[in-house]
């Protein structure tokens, strides 16, 4: 039974929020309810919320965010040739989206498909977000599944031949909304996904990701710039033999953003990688808590962090590498750093290894400092401005992380965005 | 050969040598300190209250001040509820259900010199190979330049039975002895320091030491001394069904020095015994204290049937500028280790380091680490971590480093390295990180691996045969922290550690 104080927190929560039985999804959604309510909602106190207050996050209502005007700057992702959806506030946008239609791509939308009777969704929907639950709870992505009401189910048989690209825009300031999308790829097949925009001013989105064996799946993701938003996502994705997983997340700003990944390594000789930057200023808590279980037999993971912070931005990372006893000949890697350009900011880190197999190599690390000034040096004498020497280091620091993304046109936008982003906030 | 060590034989993989999973093996299977003395004892009477609080105050003469304090913590103690954040398991241990004091009876009436302490007791510790005369340690030891001095404290179950070389100490103005008689000769000093860096509020294991501790060592080294010789202060469980609830209290004053060694053992049983120490370390302006354990408690038999619940609670507070602490620990006892020697670095420029081998064997569970406190402007650390996992067991390196707002241009290094030797037995690694200034630089390093292939290749291509090149690897994975014990522990903690894991190289 849930404490008193918690479960008065969760019935806070979860009061205005419809929920909607009935079908295969009212089930996974009573499922999911019933977990949450032995969990109740994330509080401070929890080992797992150390370095993160989830408060505006499972307060009754969303805190404000007010809009942003991106100004002259294109969006993200514009060059590139992709299918879009567009949600406005968590609400499908048909006017703006392309047609859903793909060669060996299925498209559906949750809403949809909570009205058939049968649907492939069903396997998936919920059922990797259960999973994920042990031996960590994550009580935010349980509400997801509980109410989310909208959200991509995309079915993949084929090699994808251009990206689905998920927009969500942010058009009211009072805007709260759950999305939950379920991502399935068939032996052999490939997928592309990139998402962009600050979606809402209260943004939980789950995506559930199942790969078959040597399925192919990318997912490139910049999560908005400079707004108010506060979000929770979590991805969570189980892998088959030889199966390839590839995920990088750009942060420019935002008040509060907690990303999750859960990953499962099932097949043997399948891979995960796991790649973010973020660069906060001023008022910017950025968390990235991934959690990797290693099961099959040869399998590799690799995750790579980088935090640039200044003004009291505040960068979290809780990295866990969980080797199990059969996963002989596992390569792990993790690297989490922060690069502060100023007194005020803070880099807190967790990076964990848990391993059972004795033949695996394994290996974290993490560091925190300032901009090494000698490099700074290097560069002024040879009559780089000071500015523009800080941001050339910047952007090398965040190299390792870029590197992540296969696509280079997708890599270039990126770092151009950050080039942006950095030359705004100069000094 | 017993049916685990015919299974372990089976795993034996390819690039561990037979040898080194012996000797891992032999360090518990052996375990050579497993005796007991036959004498006979006092007890208090089984089970905690406040009389018994009572009565181990009362058996110390204790002022009054102490026995309210022990009281405060007693009843605080009451409130509290036991740490289960460790990744040890084992049964809710009834605190009702052992001995809190057990005094060896001839020691009823304290003699006045270690001349008089009961043969039998002596003999113990002889036969530990510590000597309680005043004799120079090493002599004859080949290595050893000149014969050097250490200075011993012994304490037995309850009670401290003596301290060696007490005369020569106080020429140099040290002052060691048990903390029972400081508390009677030295009040001031131990009013003033015990509980500043470990508060009886500060943990569950803390505050039950407060409240019930018997004895221990305490250590004065005045302002600008460098203390003449090594302190030891050697630990022996003997006594059935007994907790040991010792507390240590050392105190650097400015600019002084000192190097203090800790050493444990107790018999082989088939229940597990509680060991609950508290170490408190304040280091003044430009002072120096080396602590050294060679931790080797009974760590139970294969099976996990009995061995030491070690419960410690260690800290050195470098209260004053340009104070240095340096922690190494061999940790090879034990049937539960849960211990952070930790470093408070408060004092601007001061010092903090960690070194620490931590070897689990057969059913033993482990979860050690530091924590690093900066709060001082230029303050720096080093940790430098070596885990070894063998059969069933868990072994987890558990560790904070904090850079306050306050403590600018700080640096840490932290390296944890883990080895694993067979795969039903686990490494664990749970480092927190916590920086919350820009001028401070963290880096932390850590490895998970068995022997590695590519080592072995390249000694083996250069003309070693496969047993040599695997001890010259595993040699060099421990040999950092080896050397930063003093000649005197190197010693003890290579026939623990050393020998079984440079043995082959001969």
């Keep these: 039974m849930l404490p008193k104080a918690r479960a008065d927190v969760l019935s806070a929560r979860i009061a205005g929020l419809s929920f909607v039985p009935g079908g295969w999804l009212g089930a996974a959604r009573e499922d999911a309810l019933s977990r949450l309510g032995m969990m109740g909602l994330p509080a401070r106190r929890d080992e797992y919320w150390r370095y993160t207050d989830p ?12 809009t942003f005007d991106a100004g002259d700057e294109p969006p993200v992702f514009d060059g590139i040739d992709r299918l879009k959806l567009v949600f406005v506030d968590g609400v499908f946008d048909a006017a703006a989206s392309d047609d859903p239609a793909l060669a060996g791509v299925e498209i559906d939308r949750l809403s949809t498909a909570a009205l058939t009777d049968i649907h492939w ?29 909208e959200g991509v189910l995309i079915r993949v048989t084929g090699r994808a031949e251009r990206p689905i690209s998920l927009i969500y825009t942010h058009a009211s300031e009072t805007s709260d909304v759950a999305l939950h999308h379920c991502i399935r790829l068939e032996a052999g097949a490939e997928l592309t996904v990139l998402e962009n925009g600050p979606a809402a001013a209260r943004f939980n989105k789950v995506m559930e990701v199942d790969l078959a064996e040597g399925a192919r799946f990318h997912h490139i993701r910049a999560q908005g710039r400079d707004h108010e938003r506060r979000a929770a996502t979590h991805v969570f994705a189980r892998l088959a033999e030889g199966a390839r997983f590839k995920s990088f997340t750009l942060t420019a700003n935002g008040v509060l953003t907690r990303n999750e990944v859960v990953i499962e390594l099932l097949g043997n000789e399948a891979s995960a990688h796991v790649a973010g930057a973020a660069v906060g200023d001023g008022q910017f808590h950025h968390d990235d808590t991934v959690f990797i279980t290693h099961e099959g037999r040869g399998c590799e993971s690799r995750q790579v962090f980088k935090k640039v912070l200044k003004n009291g931005a505040v960068g979290v990372f809780q990295g866990k590498i969980l080797v199990r006893q059969t996963a002989q000949k596992t390569d792990g890697y993790q ?49 780089v401005p000071e500015k523009a020497a800080q941001s050339l280091l910047v952007l090398a620091f965040l190299a390792e992380a870029i590197q992540e993304i296969a696509d280079e046109a997708i890599a270039e936008d990126i770092r151009q965005r950050l080039e942006n982003w950095l030359s705004r906030h100069e000094g | 050969m017993t049916a685990l060590e015919t299974e372990l034989r089976a795993d034996v993989r390819d690039g561990v040598d037979r040898e080194t999973i012996d000797t891992v093996q032999a360090m518990s299977g052996s375990y050579k300190h497993g005796w007991e003395t036959e004498i006979e004892m006092d007890y208090a009477p089984k089970g905690l209250s406040e009389d018994i609080v009572r009565l181990i105050s009362g058996k110390n003469n204790e002022p009054e001040w102490l026995l309210d304090w022990r009281l ?68 004859g030891v080949e290595g050893a330049a000149e014969p050097r001095k250490v200075a011993v ?71 600008g001394v460098r203390c003449p010789m090594e302190l030891s202060t050697y630990f022996r469980i003997n006594a059935e069904n007994t907790g040991q609830f010792e507390r240590t209290l050392i105190v650097a004053d400015r600019a002084s020095y000192v190097s203090y060694l800790e050493g444990c053992t107790a018999p082989k049983r088939d229940t597990h015994q509680l060991h609950a120490a508290v170490v408190e370390i304040v280091i003044l302006d ?30 050195a507070d470098c209260r004053g500028d340009r104070a240095k602490v340096m922690w190494t ?68 390196y558990r560790g904070l480093v904090s850079m306050h707002p306050k403590a600018t241009d700080s640096r840490n290094y932290t390296q944890c390295d883990s080895l694993l030797i067979g795969d039903r037995c686990g490494a664990h690694t749970v480092p927190y990180i916590e920086v919350r200034n820009a001028s401070s630089r963290v880096e932390h390093e850590a490895t998970t691996s068995k022997v590695d292939d590519d080592q072995l290749f390249y000694c083996r291509s250069r003309g070693m045969d496969e047993e040599a090149a695997v001890a010259l690897v595993v040699n060099g994975f421990v040999k950092d922290v080896l050397q930063t014990l003093p000649m005197e522990f190197a010693m003890e903690a290579q026939s623990l550690v050393a020998i079984s894991l440079e043995g082959s190289v001969g």
């Design chain 1, 55 to 66: 408060a505006d996050l499972i307060a009754a209502a969303a805190p404000a965010a007010a």
């Design chain 2, 153 to 223: 404290d012994a304490v037995f179950d309850s009670v401290s039975l003596g301290t060696t070389f007490k005369a020569e100490l106080a020429k140099a103005g040290v002052i060691f002895c048990s903390i029972s008689e400081a508390v009677r000769e030295h009040p001031d000093l131990v009013q003033k320091y015990l509980g500043s860096v470990v508060p009886p509020t500060d943990n569950f294991f803390a505050t039950l030491n407060s409240a019930v501790f018997s004895d221990g060592s305490f250590v004065y080294i005045p302002p």
């Design chain 2, 329 to 396: 620990q061999v940790e090879t006892g034990s049937a539960i280790t849960w211990k952070y020697p930790s470093c408070i670095l408060r004092g601007d420029d001061s010092q903090g380091e960690f070194y620490s081998i931590a070897i689990a064997n057969n059913a033993q569970q482990a979860d050690t680490g530091t924590k690093m406190v900066h709060l001082g402007k230029r303050t720096k650390s080093r940790i430098v971590s070596k885990g070894i996992s063998a059969g069933r067991a868990q072994n987890t």
């Design chain 1, 121 to 149: 969704a069903r396997e998936l929907y919920g059922v990797l977000e259960a999973r994920g639950q042990n031996p960590v709870a994550r009580p935010l992505a349980a509400l997801n599944t509980a109410f989310a009401t």
């Design chain 1, 335 to 383: 690297i989490s750093q922060s690069l502060m350009l100023d007194e005020d900011s803070q880099f807190l880190a967790k990076p964990e290894l848990e391993i059972y197999a004795d033949d695996v190599k394994c290996s974290h690390g993490s560091t925190s400092g300032a901009i090494d000034e000698t490099a700074l040096f290097y560069l002024r004498a040879r009559g």
């Design chain 2, 72 to 139: 405060a913590a007693y009843r605080r103690w009451l409130k509290m509820t036991e740490p289960r954040w460790a990744m040890v398991h084992y049964p809710d241990i009834d605190y009702q259900d052992q001995y809190y004091y057990a005094k060896p009876r001839s020691m009823a009436v304290k003699p006045k010199s270690l001349d008089e302490v009961d043969p039998k007791l002596l003999a113990t510790y002889e036969k530990l190979g510590i000597p309680l005369k005043e004799q120079m340690l090493l002599a």
């Design chain 2, 286 to 315: 430009d002072a120096e204290v080396k602590y050294s354990t060679v931790q080797n408690w009974y760590p139970g038999d294969e099976e996990g049937r009995g061995g030491i619940y070690n419960f410690v609670t260690k800290r």
